[in-house]
């Protein structure tokens, strides 16, 4: 009899106890790894957006820009893009589409 008080109290009470307290260590950990990766992928779009701007201003500067150097800004804004942000400014070669900030404008 007696060990079947036991087995109730461990099924009633330590088992969800311990169930709990797995579950809840678990959710916990999602969500710190949430957290983290949120702030990975908006630290990646400010990098990218300020590269962007950057060689934005030098080839403006310049007036020119070589065929790779536009192949590179333009993969760069596709991956920028693709976390989710929009840019401004379609294009940076001599012409600009979708432009409401005036810094992005090239004429």
Request: some cysteine.
């Amino acid at each position: 009899m007696e060990n079947i008080d036991i087995i109730k109290i461990i099924l009633n009470y330590i088992l969800p106890l311990i169930f709990g307290t797995m579950i809840g260590f678990l959710s916990t950990k999602v969500k710190n790894s949430r957290k983290k990766d949120k702030a990975i992928e908006e630290g990646v779009q400010a990098l990218l957006r300020n590269e962007l701007v950057r060689r934005y201003r030098e080839y403006e500067t310049k007036g020119e820009m070589s065929i790779l150097d536009k192949e590179n800004i333009e993969d760069m804004f596709i991956q920028y893009e693709k976390l989710r942000r929009k840019w401004n400014c379609k294009t940076i070669n001599g012409r600009t589409t979708r432009t409401k900030d005036k810094d992005c404008e090239l004429k």
